[in-house]
Nanobody, 114 residues
Framework: VQLQASGGGFVQAGGSLRLSCAASAFAFRDNAMNWFREAPGKTREFVAT???????SYADSVKGRFIISRDNDKNTVDLLMTGLKPEDTAVYYCHTWTGAIARWGQGTQVTVSS
């Protein structure tokens, strides 16, 4: 199982970024896919999830600003982040479960300047 995240970077407050996660070696279309983030000195926290059928849910802190989407033909899950705030600065991780095993991507850094 591989989860390869990309798209992080440096952006000014109010800007936008799109993260992408390429998945392989599992039944992607059957799996809910998630994004988490970990800010310096804080615990990793849930950001957004999308079911295999496209049902989405978001953390309150990003609701209305972030959109999660997936392409079951390309085995990718994206996170469009708009209206970025300095408090969104974190390493963002793609995640899924295969059976009882949590699978994490390598993380991609997002830095938002004020």
């Amino acid at each position: 199982v591989q989860l390869q995240a990309s798209g992080g970077g440096f952006v000014q407050a109010g800007g936008s970024l799109r993260l992408s996660c390429a998945a392989s070696a599992f039944a992607f279309r059957d799996n809910a896919m998630n994004w988490f983030r970990e800010a310096p000195g804080k615990t990793r926290e849930f950001v957004a999830t999308i079911s295999g059928g496209g049902i989405t849910s978001y953390a309150d802190s990003v609701k209305g600003r972030f959109i999660i989407s997936r392409d079951n033909d390309k085995n990718t899950v994206d996170l469009l982040m708009t209206g970025l705030k300095p408090e969104d600065t974190a390493v963002y991780y793609c995640h899924t479960w295969t059976g009882a095993i949590a699978r994490w991507g390598q993380g991609t850094q997002v830095t938002v300047s004020s």
